[in-house]
């Protein structure tokens, strides 16, 4: 399970990082009639670029962590208790983030937004 959990985490990490690089996508890769035009990271400000740089990093580390977690689990039978720490802090790390930003955006969790 934390295998798989860990391949979702980096997936997810490694499609925010490109979408954030600005890496135009593949015309052959969209649905026809389909453009996309600017970048997601248009109008960011510095500190916001770097928050959610942050973000996919730690998306990717927990993403890591719990992979290893998982292979380590899968051949040795056993858990590694600097991994699981590992996994705990970026994971109450991203949730915090979360909370943050929806603060910040005016937005906090629970209220329904326009």
């Not at 990093?57 to 051949?75: K, T």
């Not at 802090?89 to 629970?110: H, K, M, R, Y």
């Amino acid at each position: 399970m934390l295998l798989v959990l860990g391949l979702i985490l980096l997936a997810g990490g490694a499609v925010f990082a490109w979408l954030l690089l600005g890496i135009p996508i593949p015309a052959e890769w969209l649905p026809e009639g389909t453009r996309i035009e600017g970048t997601p990271g248009d109008g960011l400000s510095q500190f916001q670029r770097a928050a959610l740089w942050a973000l996919v990093l730690l998306l990717l580390a927990c993403g890591a962590a719990a992979m290893l977690q998982g292979v380590w689990q899968l051949f040795l039978g056993r858990k590694n208790k600097m991994l699981l720490r590992i996994i705990v802090a970026a994971t109450i790390a991203i949730v915090a983030a979360g909370v943050v930003a929806s603060v910040v955006a005016g937005c906090p969790i629970g209220r329904i937004c326009q």
